[in-house]
DNA sequence: GTTTGTTTCGTGAACGTTCACGAGCTTGAT
DNA sequence: ATCAAGCTCGTGAACGTTCACGAAACAAAC
C-alpha cells in the first residue's frame, strides 16, 4: 500500500525486474502487458498484478524504437485565445485520433515568436506538421526537410500541403449581402498593419472593385480590443458607414462594442458581418452574421492531405496537394 | 533537389546512412547534429548538408531511450468548445514549456466518451496527467499507476494532486455583490442533473443560508445554449427574480441571451454574475460581472505541484499535494 | 507407447541513438 | 628528437522493448 512516485534517483522499473518478480521472461511480461495470446490467464493476471505493484510502465522510447514509429503529428496554432484555434484544432485532434494518430500542440501567441519558433519546437517530436504558419511555411518546411507539412490559409507556399479558403467567393458573397440590404458606404477592417493587405483584405478590395462598390479600408491588431479601438477611430473619420465587414469574428465583436459606444445601432445604422463562423458570434448582442467554415470539414480535409502526403498516395507538388474551401454566408441579426 | 517524402515502403535513413555518405562514424555525425563540440567546422557542415539531402531526422524513439526520458506530460481536457478550457490549456502549456516539458493534449469532448478514455489514450506516451478529470478522478490515478496526477477541481481526489478553488468563499462576494445592489430574490444556474448540485452549487447554498438569503436553484446543461432554455423556463416559473448567478460564464452568456429575449433588462430588471472570468465576458451586451479566476495562475500552480510530484519534493499524501485558489469578483456592467 | 498437435514459455537479435573511452594526428615547447 | 597537450575522430556498450524462432510441457489420438 505504500505509494510514492518514482523520483529522479530510483530508476524506472524495467521489463526485467518484472519479469525477475514473477520468476519468467521478457517475453511473457510483454504478452501479458499487450494482451497478446498464447500465455495462461493465471500468469497473465499474476504478472499484471506484479507490474503494478512495481510501478512498472513500458517505457514508450523502447516500444516506439522497435515497432516503428506510432505517426505524431505537430498542431501549430497562433493563438489559442481566438475561438476560432481552440475549435480548429479540436477538430483536427478529433480526426487524427480516428486514425490513431498523435497530436502535439503547440501556441505561439503570448509572445513566445513566431510560427517558426513553435515549428522548432515540435521538430524533434513529431512526423509532419499542420498549422497556420502564416509567412514562415517555407522556412518551416527547409526546418522539416522531408516530413510533410500542411499549411493552412497560405496559398503562396508551394512547396507543401496547403489548404486555403476562397477569399474572392466569400468576399462576394458578404458584399451582395450588404448592398442587397441597401447599404451604400461600405467598409472593411482588417487585421496586421496599415501597410500591408491581408489575402482576405486583397480579395474583398478586387470584390469591391468588381461589383462597383465603394469601399472604405482600416486596419487593426488582430484582436477584440484592436478592432474596437479602430472602429472607433473610424467612426470619427468616416461618420457615415452603413456596412462593415471584418476580417474575423473576433474582431467583429470588438467592432460591435465600438459600433455601440458610438450609439450606432445594428444593423440599423450599420450592419456587420464577419467571418470564421464561431460558436462566440450566436452569443453577441446583436447576434453575428458571420461567413461561415464548417472547422470539422476543414480539419478532416488538413488531417486527410497529411495522410496523402505521408502515403505517398499523393506526390508532393502534384495536383491535390492544394485545396481550396468555401465560406457560406450564415444570415443573421446583424446584416 | 528533387523532393519527396519517404513512403512507408522507403525506409527513414539512419544515423549510419549519413554516416557512409559521409565516410565518418556515427558518433561524429550525432556530434554535427547536435552542435557538439570536438568537431572540425568543416566536417560538420559537410555532415549537416548530407544529412539534409538525405532527409535524415533522428529518430525521437532512440534518442529518448538512451538519453532518458525527456518528460511529456498529457492534459485532459473536457470541452474545447468552452473558452475557459483552451485558455486555461494554454497557460499550461506556456508553463511546461519553460520546463522544457512536452504537452499532449486530449479533449474527451465531442462524445468521445468520459475523462477515463481520454487518460487512457493519454496513458501509453506520458509521464504524468493534469485535467479535469471530474467523479474518475481516482480511477484515473489506478490506470496511471505510480505516475503523478493533478486533478482540477475535484477535492475529493485525495489519490493525486489537486487544485480546487474556495468556492465557499467565491460564493460569499458573488452572494454579497447582489444584496449590496439591492437585490432580493436570487436564483442560481447550476450545471448538471437537476437531481445533483455541483459542488459550487453546494457551495453557493451553503453562503446563501449563512447569509439568510432566500434562493432559487435551477439546472442546465453546460452550455450556452442550455443556459438559455434553462433560463427562459425559470422566468415563466419565478418571474420576478432580480439577480442570476450562473454556473461559468459560457452559461452566463447564455442567460444573458435568455433574458434579453424575455424583455428583461440587464442589469436593471435582474443582476447577472458569471464564474470563470474569461475575455469572452467583456465582448456580451450588457459585460459581464463575474467570479474572476487568473488562468495563468492556475496552469502555473498545476504545473509547480505536478514539478514537485515528478522530482520527489513533494511527497505524495503529504500537505501541499493539493491546493485552494480563490476567484476575484470582476465588476462589469450586468451587476 | 509412440505420434501428433496445441499451449505455454524462453532466447538471440534488432531497432537507432548517445555515452564513455581510447586512438591517431597535429602543434608547440623543451 | 622527445614529450605533452589539444584537436579530431572512431569503437564497444548500453538504453528497454518487441519480433522471429525454437524448446518444453502437456493433452489427445491412435
Redesign the pocket.
Known amino acids: 500500500m505504500s505509494s510514492s512516485f518514482p523520483g529522479p534517483t530510483a530508476?524506472?522499473a524495467?521489463?526485467?525486474d518484472v519479469a525477475a518478480a514473477a520468476g519468467?521472461?521478457?517475453?511473457?511480461v510483454?504478452r501479458a502487458?499487450?494482451d497478446m495470446p498464447?500465455?495462461?490467464q493465471e500468469?497473465r493476471e499474476r504478472v499484471q498484478e506484479l507490474a503494478r505493484e512495481l510501478g512498472y510502465t513500458?517505457?514508450r522510447y523502447?516500444?516506439g524504437?522497435?515497432?516503428g514509429a506510432r505517426t505524431s503529428v505537430g498542431l501549430a496554432i497562433p493563438d489559442l485565445t481566438n475561438p476560432y484555434f481552440p475549435a480548429f484544432a479540436s477538430s483536427v485532434v478529433e480526426m487524427a485520433t480516428l486514425r490513431g494518430w498523435n497530436v502535439v500542440v503547440d501556441d505561439f501567441g503570448h509572445g513566445s515568436g513566431s510560427s517558426l519558433d513553435a515549428v522548432e519546437r515540435l521538430s524533434p517530436q513529431v512526423d509532419a506538421v499542420i498549422g497556420y504558419l502564416g509567412p514562415h511555411a517555407a522556412e518551416a518546411q527547409a526546418l522539416l526537410g522531408r516530413r510533410p507539412v500542411v499549411v493552412l490559409d497560405e496559398p503562396s507556399a508551394l512547396t507543401a500541403g496547403g489548404i486555403s479558403f476562397d477569399y474572392p467567393f466569400a468576399a462576394r458573397l458578404a458584399l451582395e449581402r450588404l448592398a442587397e440590404i441597401g447599404r451604400r458606404r461600405l467598409a472593411y477592417l482588417d487585421a496586421g498593419p496599415a501597410w500591408q493587405l491581408s489575402a482576405r483584405g486583397a480579395a474583398v478590395g478586387r470584390a469591391a472593385d468588381d461589383l462597383g462598390i465603394d469601399l472604405t479600408v482600416a486596419h487593426a491588431e488582430d484582436s477584440a480590443e484592436g478592432a474596437r479601438d479602430a472602429v472607433g477611430a473610424m467612426l470619427a473619420a468616416y461618420p457615415g458607414v452603413d456596412g462593415l465587414l471584418v476580417f474575423n469574428d473576433l474582431m467583429a465583436a470588438g467592432a460591435l462594442k465600438a459600433l455601440a459606444a458610438g450609439g450606432r445601432s445594428v444593423p440599423g445604422d450599420c450592419a456587420v458581418i464577419g467571418m470564421d463562423g464561431i460558436p462566440l458570434g450566436m452569443l453577441l448582442t446583436p447576434e453575428l452574421t458571420t461567413l461561415s467554415l464548417d472547422l470539422r470539414d476543414v480539419g478532416r480535409a488538413a488531417v486527410d492531405l497529411l495522410d496523402g502526403l505521408l502515403t505517398g498516395a499523393l506526390p508532393p507538388r502534384s495536383a491535390g496537394t492544394h485545396l481550396t474551401l468555401r465560406h457560406e454566408l450564415v444570415i443573421r441579426a446583424s446584416a
Not at 519468467?24 to 511473457?28: E, G, L
Open positions: 530508476k524506472r524495467t521489463i526485467l519468467v521472461s521478457r517475453q511473457t510483454t502487458m499487450n498464447g500465455i495462461k500468469t513500458p517505457s523502447a516500444k524504437l522497435v515497432q
